[in-house]
């Protein structure tokens, strides 16, 4: 039997708020580090690819898929 979506309610969104918000600062926090080898260009550039992740992750309602975006980025 195929696996249905489930979708996502206000508590389900409201649930994930703080791990989402933690995980987005971790990594922007991350790619500011000076361990990584990237001129300041790269790691503007990563910066705005994460936001615009983060921002079309904002966009989903599917509880699978948003489970799997979260496990992605940890």
């Given amino acids: 039997m195929a696996k249905g979506l489930l979708w996502a309610t ?4 409201a649930r994930n708020i703080g791990r989402v918000l933690s995980l987005y600062r971790q990594i922007l926090r991350s790619l500011s580090s000076p361990i990584l080898p990237m001129n300041l260009a790269a ?4 910066k705005a690819e994460a936001r615009a ?3 079309l992750g ?6 699978h898929n948003i489970e799997d975006l979260i496990d992605t980025g940890e």
């Fill in 58 to 63: 904002a966009e989903e309602g599917s509880l």
């Fill in 53 to 55: 992740i983060f921002m």
């Fill in 43 to 46: 790691r503007l550039a990563k």
């Fill in 10 to 13: 206000a508590e389900d969104l």
